[in-house]
Structures are given as C-alpha cells and as structure tokens.
C-alpha cells in the first residue's frame, strides 16, 4: 500500500518537474523573443514613422526572417494607431495593415482557434480592413454562440458597412439594446440613412431596437427624426416614454413644451424626474415652479433631479437658497442645500 | 476501552482523515478540471482589445467605488491616487472614514484638496452617525465621508446611501486596482445586459512589487517567506477553486478587497450584514438565496484577470489574526445560512457549494490538525503502524504541497505575472515546502477560528500595515 501512495506523490511530482521545465524553457523563449521584438521595433518604427508621414518615399525592409515579422507589424500598426495621425497618413497606415496583416487574418478567421479569432476580428476593425468584408460576413453567418465572438463579429460587420448585417439587425429581436447602439455608431451616413428608413417603415421592430433609435436619435441630435421622437412622448408604453424624454434632453428643446406638464404629476417617479431634467436641458422658464415642487417629492432621484436642474437657471442659485432657507419640508430644505454645496463649499 | 482497541479506532480515524484528503484533493483537481477549459480558450485573447470599446461608450454603466477605511492612513491615499487614474468613463469614489482613530481623513484632506459639503442623502440601510462629507476641487468624482465607527459592513452601507450610480466596486482601502480592473470587471455585466449581477476579479498580493504613485510599476516576490507563501495561496485559491465554482453559477465569494455589485439588488437583500466579520461572503450568499428564491436568471461571475492588488500581512501576529478572523466569518456565514445546506431548493448552491464549504473550507482544518497527531504519534510513539502514518504524510504532501504547486504552474502557464525565471523557480520550491510549515501553521489557527467563532470572540488583531503602497514605504524600502 504505501509503495502505491509513495509511487503516486513522486510520479506527479516527476510531471509537475517536468511541466515546470517546459514552462522555463518557453519563457527563457519568450523572453529573448520578446527582447529581440523590442529591439527590432526600435530600429524599424522610427523608419516606418517616416514613410508614414511621407518624408522617406520608399517603404522600409522588413526583417528577412519571416519568424514574428507579423507580430511586429500589428504591434506597430497598432501603436501608429493610437498616434495623431489623420487623412493620407492615417490611409497610409490602413494600406500597410491591408498589405502585411489581412492574409494573415483571412487564415486565422478560417482556422484559428476561438481566441485568434477574436483578437483577428479586433485588429480587421482597429485597421478597417475592408478587403476583408466578404469574409466576416461569412464568419458571422456561420457563428451559433451569443458570446464575444458572435459580438465582435457584427461590430465588425457594422464598422465595415455591411448592409446584409443591419436587415439581418431589424429583424432579430435578441440583439439587446446597448450592442445596438454599438451598431449604429458605427454606420456611415447612407448605411444610417438606410437604415432609419427601414426601422420606421418597419412596425413590428423590437422593443431593444426602438429604444436603441430614439436614444440614438437624441444623442446625434438627427434633426429628421425630432418629431419621431417627440411623438413618442405619448406611447402608451411607459419604457419608450422615458427613451423619448432621455432622448429629448439630448435635442435640448421641444416643439410643444405644454405635453411635459402633465409629466410633473406623474405616478411614475421615472417621469417626474425626467420632466425635471428636460426643464433644465431645454430652460423652460415656465416650469421653475414645477421644479421646487419637485423638491418634496417623496422619491430621492426626483427631489435630486428638481435641485439639479433649478441650478441650471440664471436664479438658481437664489431660488435654492430660498428654499434650503424657507421650504417647509424638511427633505426639500436638505437637497437644496445639499445642491449649494455639492461642488464644495460652506453655505453662506 | 484496551490499548488494542485504542490502537483499531486511530487507525479507523487515520484512514478516514486518509479517506477525507483524498477526497477534498479530487475536489480541487475536478474544480480545476472545470476551470481549466475556460482558462485555456482565453488564455491568448488580447484583453486590451477587449475593452477599448466599452472605455469609450455612453452605455457603459456608470459606477461608485466605495473605500471603507479604518487607520489606513498608511495607504489610503495610494488607493485613491490608483483609483483617480483608473481608465472608466464615468465613476465617483466615495472614501468612507469609518471613525478612524489616525490620521487618515487628514491624509485625503490635504492631498486632495477636499472641500466641506451639506449632506442630503438616501437612507436604504441605517449606519452609524455621518458627521461630515467632503468633495475634492482638484477631482470633482472624489468625496470622503466622515461617520462614527461601525465596522467594514457599516462603512459600505453608508457608502451606498451616499452613491449615485446603479452599480458599486467595493474595495479595501489597502488595496490598489489596475488601470482597466474597472472595465474588465464590468464587461460581463454589461455584456450580460445586467443579467450578471455581481462580479469579483483575482485579487493578487503586491508585497514585493514596485509600486510608484499608486501604480504597479514591476512585479516581483517579496523577501519574507510569510508573504510569498501567501502569494502561492492566493493563486490556488482563485486560479483553481473560484474560476471552478463561477463556471456552473456556484461561487460563493468574492473577495472583500475587489467586487462590482448591482446596487439595486443589494439593496433588496438588505445591504452588508453589520454583526458579522465575514461580511463579504455574507453578502453573496444572501445574493444567490434572493436569486434563488425569485427564480431569477441572474448570475455571479468570478472574471479570472488579475485586476487588484492588497497589501497582505507580512507578521505572523497579523497574518494569525487575519485567519482567525476569516474562519470566524466563514463560520457566521455558513451558520447563519444553515437552511440552504443540502437543500434542493438552491440546486448547486445548497447541493455542492455550501457542503464544500463546510467540509472542506471550514473543517478540513480540524481533520488536518488530527492527522498531524496521528503522524507524530504514529513515527515516534508507534501509536499506529508506521506505514499509515508514512501515507498520511504522503497524503498531506499531495494535498498541501502538490496542489500548490500545481497553482503556480498554472499562474505560469496563463497570466505569467512575475517577469524572471528565478521567480517561478522560487515560487514552486516555497510551495513544495507548504505542507511543511505555513499549511501547519494555517490549519492550527483556522481550528482557534471556529472555537473563536463558538465563543463569538474577536480577534482583530493589528494589521500592521507597512503600507506597502505608499510612496514613503516605497523609498524605504529601496534604501
């Protein structure tokens, strides 16, 4: 028996010994590849700057050694990237991205294991690789799973301007509200345009996709589609009312400023706190009133937002002090002077 | 009862504790087994690329980080500078002063230019006294609040009444966060679209790292054996047994020094737990009781990167006290969530997790300790045969010693954090020596834990921060 155990304890302890050197043996490989990368790196990006920026005409050389020549040039694509490089340089760089890197994502998009193929989807959209929009078009079909992969993928698709994505978008109803977004910010202005048009024709579209329109809306301040949103102010749905009153604050104004008064004695605080909010963001003098009497509201948000917002005004400040002095509530006094003095400072 | 039969009941006991780490060791190795194919699809995933995107997003969530700290004065300023350079889009840091005795409001009061303000918060759970609030001018997103002394758990909850944002980070205020530990932690919540509800990070111990303004500049090992060995321990801890249990929505703990919450939710559930010292696994297991009984679909996820940095103790004093203090909490919490135990009704939770809990986490302790008694008494007192005692020995190394190893190499084999050879060599030779002395060590204190815990008596104990974060330690220990 104790032959089995002592047999046990040193055969793992063998292995273990033996992963242990494997694991030695590829970082000493790493390391001194890592060292040779920085060193090539430092010798070749100083010249690619140049080419970059036009001064030296001729692209540079690469290491004869085809061994990491790939990993050089996406780490200092990548790099360029993050620089200030606008217009023709910043073309330049996606041209040298098209020509050393895109085979080379095309082979792992086909071949590569789940994590390659991710960080290629990454790097085909960081380098707007758009020789390769067939391809992850087709990539995109052929994934099932809903995880990273099947996300980056259509981001991708998005940022590449692929049309077929944005029907196959209207029609799922799975895509949530935020990746959405994503796709949106991503289209050029004839993809968006396509693309607006075809989500109003449409009656049945998703509520996900609703939300992510009118937010949208807003945060671009798309003048075409104001009143789209404005409309949606009397959805019997309580979720778009509030889309359309986040959105609004973003447009800063409102052709019919008389709908937001009812919005003030809402039973939904959501919407009282809201109602607060465009007040401030569109300066709707006739609503201050509105706002201190918000200030008693029996939800904190709502009380928040009615101080907020009274400070947005030319008298704010006055008209807070007044009620952190007179108010007859106490909760009202509070965030009053808790509005007086959020960014620092005793009351005076 | 005849020596013989003294000698039959040791020797049935023996084979039963045998018996017993045999088992507790397969549990490690099908957790890691569990682990490990997550580990290895992601292990070459560029995780730069993967939150640029969400650094640069309106819709990723806004968020509060909230720092309780009790004399931190050592390191508090570090944890804030770290925090104020964290790459997020939209986030305040609330520093709680849960009635510190030294000078650690002062501290974030001159560094940070902090500034008086009136107070109108929310009452969700009720705290100690709030005495003061401050918000800095030089960084509008930094407030302190002031309140009388009430523990960590009380510290939180007042700093959740004081939050704006619909998710929380608690942090230690000994603890510094990496620059993206945000991002990364919140990617699967906003991923999930708010369907993950909770979120820890690996928490990885900074002593022996050069640290410069709150930034981890290099890592390396610490020169004390306490500390190393506690750097081998976290490993096994997150590395094996936490990625297992979050693979199949099991995990019952994310660490007090680095987890993002849904606030809404811990509000439901009533907030941090005051009377207890293991507030942050408290939390989570009341978390999955809530799911559980609402029948919801949400989840807590363990994310395997390294995203935060603690300071660990580096006195055997301190280190005692510590794991006094954490077998005592573990204890309440298990205690007090007796009824999920076993109970169907909570599928892997009360069926795997809490039985892991407490067979293994809480009481292997006490099956240990007896083993090494047996051995003693087996090798020099002939209690029972040699031979038995040999293969509990034998055992005990597998258990202990082996397991460790294998932790270090997995570290190795993923994140490769530590940057020279000599590192890993040094990390897997220490931990070959575990069940030598630190499991001893660990095990005789953790059995103090729970008669500390029947008892219901504190051991605090003092920290002894060298406050391995701040600049001053930093120079010192460069002289």
């Keep these: ?348 | 009862m005849s020596g013989t039969g003294i000698t039959v009941f040791i020797e049935i006991i023996s084979w039963a504790i045998i018996g017993y780490m045999l088992l507790a060791g397969a549990i490690y190795l099908v957790l890691f087994l569990v682990a490990s194919p997550k580990i290895n699809k992601e292990k070459k995933l560029n995780r730069q690329e993967q939150i640029e995107e969400m650094s640069i997003n309106k819709d990723t969530y806004p968020i509060s980080i909230l720092v309780p700290a009790y004399n931190e004065e050592a390191g508090v300023v570090s944890t804030v500078r770290s925090l104020l350079d964290l790459n997020y889009p939209q986030y305040e840091i609330i520093v709680v002063n849960d009635g510190s005795t030294d000078r650690t409001s002062e501290k974030v009061l001159a560094q940070f230019g902090m500034e008086p303000i009136e107070l109108a918060i929310r009452t969700y759970f009720k705290t100690g006294e709030i005495k003061r609030a401050y918000r800095s001018t030089l960084h509008p997103h930094l407030f302190l609040i002031e309140k009388e002394n009430g523990g960590k758990a009380d510290a939180l909850n007042a700093g959740i009444n004081f939050s704006r944002y619909p998710y929380f980070a608690a942090i230690d205020g000994d603890s510094i966060l990496e620059q993206d530990a945000l991002l990364k932690t919140m990617k699967p919540i906003i991923d999930s679209s708010g369907m993950v509800t909770a979120t820890g990070g690996t928490v990885r111990i900074a002593n022996g790292c050069k640290i410069n303004r709150g930034v981890i500049e290099q890592v390396a090992l610490p020169k004390k054996p306490l500390e190393v060995m506690q750097i081998i321990e976290y490993f096994r801890a997150f590395l094996i047994g936490r990625l297992g249990f979050s693979r199949v929505n099991i995990l019952l703990i994310i660490s007090g020094a680095f987890g993002v919450f849904e606030k809404s939710r811990v509000i439901k559930v009533g907030g941090y737990k005051t009377d207890t010292v293991g507030e942050d696994m408290e939390l989570i297991v009341r978390l999955h009781r809530s799911i559980k009984d609402e029948k919801s679909k949400q989840r807590i996820e363990y994310i395997q990167d390294p995203v935060c940095w603690t300071e660990a103790p580096s006195t055997v004093a301190s280190l005692r006290a510590q794991r006094i203090r954490w077998q005592r909490g573990l204890a309440e919490t298990l205690w007090t969530h007796r009824g999920m135990l076993f109970n169907p009704k909570y599928r892997g939770i009360g069926l795997f997790s809490m039985p892991y809990y407490v067979f293994i986490e809480l009481l292997s302790a006490i099956f240990e300790v007896a083993g090494y008694f047996i051995i003693i008494g087996g090798l020099a007192f002939s209690l029972i045969e040699t031979d038995i005692a040999v293969i509990m020995l034998l055992v005990m190394v597998l258990y202990g010693s082996l397991l460790s190893a294998l932790a270090v190499l997995l570290e190795e084999w993923t994140y490769h954090k530590y940057p020279t050879v000599k590192s890993i060599l040094v990390l897997y030779v220490y931990a070959l020596t575990e069940t030598f002395w630190y499991r001893i060590l660990m095990n005789f204190w953790r059995v103090q834990g729970l008669f500390y815990a029947f008892k219901k008596k504190s051991v605090w104990g003092d920290m002894e921060r060298k406050g391995v974060f701040s600049d001053e330690a930093q120079k010192e220990e460069s002289l």
């Design chain 1, 1 to 348: 028996m104790i032959g089995i155990f002592i047999g046990v304890v040193f055969s793992l302890l063998g292995i273990q010994l033996l992963i242990l050197a494997l694991l030695i043996g590829w970082k000493m490989k790493n390391l001194a590849a890592e060292n040779n990368m920085k060193k090539m790196m430092e010798i070749l990006k100083p010249q690619f700057q140049k080419y970059i920026e036009g001064t030296e005409p001729i692209e540079p050389a690469l290491p004869v050694a085809k061994k990491n020549r790939f990993k050089l040039m996406e780490t200092m694509l990548d790099e360029f990237l993050t620089e200030d490089f606008q217009g023709e340089q910043k073309a330049k760089i996606h041209l040298l991205a098209d020509k050393h890197l895109a085979e080379h994502y095309r082979r792992v998009l086909k071949k590569g294991q789940w994590a390659e193929r991710i960080n290629a989807l990454y790097f085909i959209e960081d380098f707007r690789l758009f020789s390769l929009k067939e391809e992850v078009y087709q990539h995109f079909m052929k994934i099932s799973k809903r995880d990273e992969e099947f996300r980056q993928c259509i981001r991708v698709c998005a940022t590449l301007q692929e049309a077929r994505l944005m029907d196959a978008a209207i029609e799922s109803r799975d895509l949530s509200f935020g990746m959405i977004k994503e796709l949106l910010y991503r289209l050029d202005e004839d993809l968006l345009k396509m693309t607006l048009e075809r989500m109003q024709l449409k009656e049945d579209i998703s509520e996900n996709m609703l939300y992510a329109f009118i937010t949208f809306s807003g945060e671009h301040q798309i003048g075409m589609l104001f009143p789209f949103v404005e409309r949606k102010l009397r959805d019997e749905r309580k979720e778009v009312r509030l889309k359309a009153m986040s959105s609004l604050c973003y447009y800063k104004e409102m052709a019919d400023p008389a709908i937001l008064l009812g919005f003030f004695g809402s039973e939904h605080w959501q919407e009282r706190m809201y109602a607060a909010k465009l007040t401030g963001a569109c300066h709707f003098e006739q609503y201050k009133q509105n706002l201190v009497d918000l200030l008693s509201d029996n939800v904190w948000w709502v009380r928040f937002a009615g101080a907020e917002n009274i400070k947005v005004f030319k008298d704010g400040n006055k008209m807070l002090e007044q009620a952190a002095a007179d108010h007859t509530d106490a909760y009202a006094r509070d965030i009053a002077k808790h509005m007086l003095t959020r960014e620092g400072g005793n009351l005076t």
